[in-house]
């Protein structure tokens, strides 16, 4: 009998629901995607007429059919190939919508399957679309595409308020020769979809609209050297592991796909290299065995890699990156442009299944080297609060999170309430110590159901005469 604890304090490890304060638990699962514990079900209408209502600073959870299907999509199974849903918004914020698509681990997938979102004004124009697809890989994994509604002085359309649409698409390519063989055809079964929505408010007084004048020749950082601590990443962006700067290990399976999240506030710059460890075998190859990709705060790409593996150790980096400015969002590459708000970056890695069936290993190291480097800057005066409201900054407890290696909280947010910043020097928070000391009895506990509740049981107490003595204090 599987028994799921919660721990005061703590952060969250593979199996176990660790609640946070402020945040209800997700509960983790290395495979499938693990949805918030939050999100709200939601119905993809075929048409703008009867779409349903996405609010700012909440997370979804629907479906979509294959391409070539017609209808309504709901979490509970009918189909539809293009989906509508509504945004009611206001002249003063910024949306952004993300949507993450999901094949499952055992889909069937092609080249030119993919995901596509746009959102459109009440006259049908496009203020934004992206789009995502499966690629060279032909390995089924989580699939991220987003769209937003910028305001800005030198824009003209979707700037007033009213009613917007985000439109959903999943999209393939029937003419490619890849999708037309009869022996690898593209998945028939509706993907599931995780939809996130974050609004960010104007600026209190209008500042510069050029990004800095670095962002094009961005230095290469030196990784971070030293032997990995170890750190298991998240099943999804409501799990993602916290990372700080330095050099972290985990394993991965062939097909399994991990979420990690560093934070970086105003000012700072993030470096990531990612290697593969070597394999029991060599002599084959896979292209694109290995794939990385950088999202920012709103779950917006940033960056993207991969690398192919002979059985040999194989190492990536991704390219370098300028520091975050509110300014960088004018810029015409996701590179830069992605980098346009503080808070949590999040690392998605995708080991090709072919990879263990080729080596004949269930299991391969990885090895994130992940440096944070620049000095912090103040944040930009907002004239209004966003949503969520610790969306776009690094707080204290953030910083913890990236220490003891916390997992994500619901909306995949920056993990915790709270606006208070770390100083220089000081040390973790009472919650933070008292959380790596449940982590560690755990740890020490082995796997018995009895004797883990005994230690949970024996944390609590602990935990809670340490606060009555400090009470009485």
């Not at 990372?243 to 979420?259: E, I």
């Not at 960088?328 to 990879?355: C, E, I, K, Q």
């Amino acid at each position: 009998m599987l028994c799921v604890v919660t721990l005061p304090g703590g952060g969250a490890g593979s199996g176990v629901a660790v609640a946070r304060s402020g945040h209800a638990a997700v509960e983790e699962s290395p495979d499938p995607y693990a949805f918030d514990s939050d999100v709200k079900d939601v119905d993809g209408a075929a048409s703008t007429a009867g779409s349903r209502m996405l609010v700012p600073g909440a997370t979804y959870r629907s479906a979509i059919g294959p391409p070539g299907s017609s209808g309504s999509s709901s979490a509970s199974g009918s189909t539809g190939n293009e989906l509508y849903y509504r945004l009611e918004l206001t002249a003063k914020d910024s949306a952004y919508v993300s949507v993450t698509a999901l094949p499952g681990p055992r889909g069937r997938v092609v080249y030119a399957d993919g995901i596509r979102v746009s959102v459109q004004d009440a006259d049908g124009f496009t203020c934004d679309q992206g789009s995502a697809r499966i690629g060279n890989a032909e390995s089924p994994r989580p699939l991220t595409a987003s769209a937003k509604r910028q305001l800005g002085a030198d824009q003209k359309k979707c700037q007033t308020a009213g009613t917007y649409y985000v439109v959903v698409e999943r999209t393939t390519d029937s003419r490619s020769p890849v999708s037309s063989t009869p022996e690898k055809p593209s998945s028939s079964k509706d993907w599931d979809l995780e939809l996130y929505v974050a609004s960010e408010p104007a600026l209190a007084k209008a500042g510069p609209t050029t990004p800095p004048e670095d962002t094009g020749s961005s230095p290469q950082q030196q990784p971070p050297a030293g032997a990995p601590l170890p750190r298991t990443g998240g099943s999804s962006f409501g799990t993602a592991r916290a990372l700080g700067k330095g050099v972290w290990g985990d394993r991965v399976r062939a097909g399994q796909t991990r979420f990690y999240r560093v934070p970086v506030d105003w000012g700072q710059r993030l470096s990531v290299t990612l290697e593969l460890g070597s394999g029991t075998r060599t002599g084959d190859f896979v292209t694109s065995a290995l794939i990385m990709e950088l999202f920012n705060p709103v779950r917006g790409p940033v960056a993207d890699s991969d690398v192919p593996y002979d059985g040999r150790q194989k190492s990536m980096a991704l390219s370098p990156l300028p520091p975050v400015a509110y300014e960088n969002r004018y810029a015409p590459f996701d590179r830069t442009s992605g980098m346009r708000f503080a808070g949590w970056y999040y690392l998605v890695v995708h080991l090709d299944p072919d990879v263990g069936t080729r080596f004949g290993a269930d299991e391969t190291g990885l090895t994130l080297r992940v440096g944070v480097a620049g000095e912090r800057r103040p944040a930009p005066a907002y004239a209004g609060a966003p949503r969520p409201a610790d969306g776009f900054g690094v707080t204290e407890r953030d910083e913890d999170a990236a220490r003891n290696g916390a997992g994500g909280g619901p909306g995949g947010g920056a993990g915790g309430g709270g606006s208070a910043r770390r100083e220089p020097g000081s040390g973790g928070s009472a919650a933070a110590s008292e959380g790596d000391m449940a982590m560690k009895v755990l740890a020490a506990a082995g796997i018995g159901t009895g004797t883990v509740l005994l230690a949970v049981l024996g944390v609590w107490r602990a935990v809670a005469r340490r606060r009555l003595g400090r009470i009485s204090a």
